[in-house]
């Protein structure tokens, strides 16, 4: 090996070394946000029951499979409630994203890529994105080397594992289209591969397009205008991204030609989640980003020139990093609320079902998947519990809200019995609040239908 390759692979040992050390004390720290309890929720429910399927709405239309049917392999393998496992999935795709980036752009790359705040805060989360950013690098590499075949294979994965990704598929396949000969129908079959996986995912997914929008409404409530949420948009997001973008830019700059294929992807990537965000489609959330930071770290690395600022470019995102990672506690107990109910239902929920709107609460809970349920009525027969999330900022995204509107103003429903109510300071700063019902007469019923059949019975006797 020579002496050079030597340098790079402890180079890129250490820098993966420290990365997971890293990663290990944020993971400590708990998890902010929803999404990566919803992952193991699906990805469980497969581990146990062999079906890939939401248990929160009953169906497995609305996502993608590639990384639920990993997930659920490995949970399989781990134990069904193992979360801490499934975050080393993730760190292990992060990290196999930083090993091609080595291979192919050196280590400066991998620094640019491992240590932005958007890797950092969720390069190890249990959900999509960080086995999405592998494959769309590993696609990237195999078109830039006339591999169409396997590089196909790449980019049609990556379809079926995000829906951020749609995007980057199509931008690419259009930039390898253009350089293709009209000649060569098989090579053309190659390219339009990718493209059937799109459709495939959008049909997969068509139940969940209106509430992704529905959480962006939420997210970005106040700011009612373009201006408003993209400038909110910058204002957290520029540490991770300013830095990379001027490196990405004179990198194109100075390759031309060369980088156009790579860049093609890597802006209008970006530019379709300015236009989805302003237009109040999307939220924004920094996982976005994370496919981006992988293809601008390659872009920076088309010159000696611009490998030699990446390092210092690299120290600079890690400083911003640790501020972040300060603030992940304040996202993070943002959950308890949640984790309370779940914590307390773990302790009395010994038959029936739960129904819950919540995944944290369902990972709390301790309660086999078979033994969650969604929200939507008629709930199941068997229904003992019901924890819901008592915050009208919710009522169009969660079924329990709209069929049980009531719950907002502290109503019990008929047949209902408060039991738990999970009362934390962070309500104050915008945890949802929850209050866990034992449910007695008639849980397939809304409050209404079962008033109305008391008021017949009252009526008849």
């Not at 400590?28 to 429910?45: F, Q």
């Not at 997930?71 to 760190?91: C, D, M, P, R, V």
């Not at 506690?329 to 038959?351: D, I, Q």
């Amino acid at each position: 090996m020579p002496a050079a390759r030597l340098v790079q692979a402890f180079a890129f040992v250490g820098a993966a070394g420290f990365w997971l050390a890293v990663q290990h004390h944020r993971q400590t720290l708990g998890i902010a946000w929803e999404d990566s309890y919803h992952h193991w929720l699906i990805a469980a429910h497969l581990a146990r029951t062999g079906l890939l399927a939401d248990p929160l709405t009953g169906t497995s239309n609305g996502w993608l499979p590639v990384y639920h049917g990993l997930a659920g392999g490995w949970l399989w393998l781990f134990g069904w409630h193992n979360l801490a496992a499934l975050q080393a999935l993730s760190a292990l795709f992060s990290i196999a994203a930083a090993g091609v980036l080595a291979w192919r752009w050196g280590i400066g790359a991998v620094c640019l890529f491992l240590f932005n705040p958007v890797t950092v805060l969720s390069g190890s989360l249990s959900c999509a994105e960080p086995l999405a950013a592998l494959l769309v690098i590993l696609g990237v590499v195999a078109w830039e080397k006339g591999y169409l075949a396997p590089g196909a294979f790449f980019w049609s994965l990556a379809a079926l594992t995000d829906r951020s990704c749609w995007p980057l598929v199509l931008l690419a396949v259009g930039w390898q289209g253009f350089q293709l000969q009209p000649s060569g129908r098989l090579r053309w079959l190659w390219i339009l591969l990718p493209v059937s996986a799109v459709g495939l995912g959008v049909w997969l997914t068509l139940a969940q397009t209106g509430r992704t929008a529905e959480w962006a409404v939420v997210d970005q409530a106040g700011l009612t205008s373009v201006g408003e949420r993209l400038g909110a948009l910058v204002e957290y997001s520029w540490k991770p991204l300013a830095l990379p973008l001027l490196l990405a830019a004179a990198g194109v700059l100075a390759a031309r030609h060369e980088a156009l294929g790579l860049s093609l992807p890597a802006f209008g990537y970006l530019a379709a989640l300015l236009v989805l965000v302003g237009g109040g489609a999307l939220t924004g959330s920094s996982r976005y980003y994370l496919v981006l930071v992988a293809l601008l770290a390659a872009l920076a690395s088309s010159r000696p020139l611009l490998r030699l600022l990446q390092l210092p470019a690299a120290a600079l995102l890690l400083v911003f990093s640790i501020q972040y990672l300060q603030l992940w506690p304040r996202w993070v107990v943002l959950n308890r609320p949640s984790e309370l109910a779940g914590r307390w239902l773990a302790r009395h929920s010994t038959s029936g079902i739960l129904v819950t709107d919540s995944p944290v609460v369902a990972y709390f809970s301790r309660l086999p998947p078979k033994r969650i349920a969604g929200g939507k009525v008629p709930l199941p027969a068997a229904t003992r519990y019901v924890a819901a999330i008592v915050d009208g900022r919710y009522r169009k995204i969660y079924p329990l809200l709209r069929n049980y509107p009531q719950l907002v103003g502290g109503t019990v429903p008929a047949g209902w019995r408060l039991v738990f109510q999970a009362r934390h300071w962070s309500e104050r700063y915008g945890a949802k609040p929850v209050r866990v019902f034992a449910v007695g007469a008639a849980p397939h019923k809304t409050a209404s239908e079962a008033l109305g059949s008391t008021q017949r019975k009252q009526e008849s006797e």
